[in-house]
Every structure is written in C-alpha cells, then in structure tokens.
C-alpha cells in the first residue's frame, strides 16, 4: 500500500470499460490470462500498404533504416517513428540470449509485421538495444564518438508532443497537469485518423497495432506520440520513491479508449521489467545533428 500511495499521479493504464482512476498500477504478472487461442492475422493486414511514411529531408537515417530528426526545445533527435519488429529482430539476431517475449504478441494472440511497432519488450529490453545499437554504429563510422542512442526522458517527449510548460518536479506530479490536450488536439472523441486507438472510437482501421508511420506525422515531423504503442521513457516515475522501481511510459495505445488515458500529459508506469502487448519504444540519438 505505500508503494501505491507514493506514485498516485503517475497511472495504470484504463481499460476502455474502467472509470478514470488512478487505482492500483497494472503488473504485468499479475495480469489474469484468458484461454489460450490460435495467433490469428490481423485482417486490415491484408490491405497494408508496403511502403512507410516519407522520410523527412533533414532526417539522419541510421544503419537500420531509423530516421531521426532534431526536435526543437531538446538537444536530442527523435526518432520519427517507433521501434520497429525489423529494427529488434537485427539487435536479436546479432546477440544470443536475447529475451524472446517480443516475438510472442501477448494475450490477444495477434501477429505484427516487419515494419510494425515491437512490443512485449521492457524497460531493461529497450536499453539493451539502445547501447547495441550505439557500439554497432560507433565502430562502423555511422555515428561520432560523443553520441549515443537512448530512450527519450519525461521531458524530452513532453516536448516532442508538443506540451506546454508543466507544473511539478517529477513525472508522477506532472501526471494529467495539462486537461484536454491530447496529441491530435482540443476535442473528443478523436477524429478518424487521428492515430490507432481503441477499436470502440472508430477512427482507425486496425484492432491491435497499425505500420509505423500509418498516421500523419505532428508539427514537429514525429508519428504515432499519440497511440499505437506506450513508450518507455529514461525516467522513474517518482525519483524519490525508488523502492517501487517504477518507470514511466507515454502516448497510450492502440488498446486506449478511456479520455484520460489519451491525453498527452497522461503518465502511464510499470517496473523496468515489465511487459505488455501494447508496450514498446521509440530512441532519440544524442550528441550532434546529422550523424
């Protein structure tokens, strides 16, 4: 109970039939598993385009295709979309020993295709591949000496959805701060193609996760800040409270449907271990412009 009352203003994530509340965190262990079913392919699958969305011209593309654009108010460049299936089965492949939740697409039982966003990867996943992916590139001259990959913090990614100032000192008290902004604007219910949310909105074709880069980019080039997947983040959600080892993830998901868990100032936490099928992330490259 002092775990709980110690992170209140840093949420769980809602499902679409719970009121908004800030209970008790959701824990991926203890998540009651239906009956096991047949992975099914998704049926909007079939009509994918099989191309992804165009890569901005001051984009830094990577060694595995990951465009990366600076972001003003940061000194980092995001990446424009989320980690892709593609992008992890290269870090998976090259390193033996690697946790294989990710190929597994949780308790819905759905596929994912290359250029889908990876889930079921934690915390600790998501640093892995990040400190990969920045010794691969440092000795093949792709990036300088100085630079490296990481997740975005808190703050950066408040920036790259394009926040306002917010009032608190850790995650948890910025938690909900800013009402009624969510990533496509002011109003509710979302507007058709405003992102992938739950299929009870009706503004997106897809039932679980969509192609990267399927919905138009913000104002800052950035696609999917809204839905699709959560994103892990650097920070704890309550640095002064570290014995409940929670971190924080952003943006919600394809699995949202509840206003409170789409705005854009919503924090969502889990352990640094913790799974789920719409949990993923998405880097920023620090050090420099351009690569």
């Known amino acids: 109970m002092i775990a709980v009352v110690a992170l209140v203003g840093c949420g769980k994530k809602t499902t679409p039939a719970e009121p908004e509340t800030n209970a008790e965190p959701k824990v991926a262990a203890e998540k009651q598993e239906p009956p096991k ?21 001051n984009a830094f593309v990577n060694t595995l295709g990951m465009p990366f654009v600076p972001v003003k108010g940061t000194d980092v460049q995001f990446c424009i979309w989320e980690t892709r299936v593609k992008d ?6 090259a390193n033996a020993g690697v946790d294989g939740s990710w190929k597994n697409f949780g308790f819905a039982g759905f596929q994912q295709e290359d250029t889908h966003p990876v ?5 600790n996943d998501a640093n892995a591949f990040c400190a990969w992916l920045t ?9 300088k000496a100085g630079q490296k990959y990481r997740l975005p913090t808190d703050a950066e990614w408040s920036v790259a959805v394009g926040l306002g100032k917010e009032v608190g000192d850790t995650p948890s008290a910025k938690d909900e701060g800013i009402k009624d902004v969510y990533p ?22 897809f039932e679980y996760t969509a192609p990267v880069g399927s919905f ?5 080039g950035l696609h999917d800040m809204g839905g699709n997947v959560w994103e892990w983040c650097e920070d704890w959600c309550d640095p002064t409270a570290k014995t409940t080892y929670h971190r924080v993830l952003r943006g919600a998901s394809w699995y949202g449907s509840v206003p409170v868990d789409l705005l854009s100032s919503r924090r969502y936490r889990d352990s640094p271990g913790g799974r789920d099928d719409d949990i993923g992330f998405r880097c920023v490259l620090v050090g420099g412009f351009g690569g």
Do not use: F, R
């Open 37 to 57: 079913v047949e992975p099914q392919k998704q049926e909007p699958h079939k009509a994918e385009p099989k191309t992804e969305a165009k890569i901005p011209a």
């Open 88 to 93: 992890y089965a290269a870090y998976a492949a």
């Open 119 to 123: 889930v079921n990867v934690s915390w």
């Open 135 to 143: 010794k691969k590139e440092l000795a093949e001259g792709k990036i």
């Open 184 to 205: 496509w604007g002011k109003k509710w219910p979302p507007a058709v193609g405003a992102g992938n949310y739950n299929k009870s909105l009706k503004v997106d074709k």
């Open 216 to 220: 138009a980019a913000n104002k800052l």
